[in-house]
Nanobody
Framework: HIVESGGGSVLPGGSLRLSCAAS????????IGWFRQAPGKARVGISY???????DYADFVRGRFTISSDNAKNTVYLQMNSLEPEDTAVYYC?????????????????????????WGQGTLVTVSS
């Protein structure tokens, strides 16, 4: 399974680093995506990192968020800088072996949770003054 951590409360302009740690599987064998769901809104894709290292971002986080992986720790990270109140949401990571499922969801903004193999339980990020 996969587990997110690192959420919390932060002031606008602040930073957080989320972690997505795996057990019982090797994350590098999968494509990993970060998603978020704000209260009353649909889940959306934020970023992904492919098993070959390629990554991309949704436009609304590009330049502020950075995705990375540490294969030795079997963990994927999401560094979030310049956080805004609009970034308040539950953040999820997901793993899937299909080459295009996660990238399509991040690029289109349309997420079908049923199509991805594994989801974490989520970690709450609150950005507020």
């Amino acid at each position: 399974h996969i587990v997110e951590s690192g959420g919390g409360s932060v002031l606008p302009g602040g930073s957080l680093r989320l972690s997505c740690a795996a057990s019982g599987l090797t994350l590098n064998d999968y494509n990993i995506g970060w998603f978020r769901q704000a209260p009353g809104k649909a889940r959306v894709g934020i970023s992904y990192i492919m098993s070959d290292g390629r990554s991309d971002y949704a436009d609304f986080v590009r330049g502020r968020f950075t995705i990375s992986s540490d294969n030795a720790k079997n963990t994927v990270y999401l560094q979030m800088n310049s956080l805004e109140p609009e970034d308040t949401a539950v953040y999820y990571c997901a793993a899937d072996a299909h080459p295009s499922s996660i990238p399509i969801m991040v690029r289109s903004g349309i997420v079908d949770e049923r199509l991805l193999e594994l989801w974490g339980q989520g970690t709450l990020v609150t950005v507020s003054s």
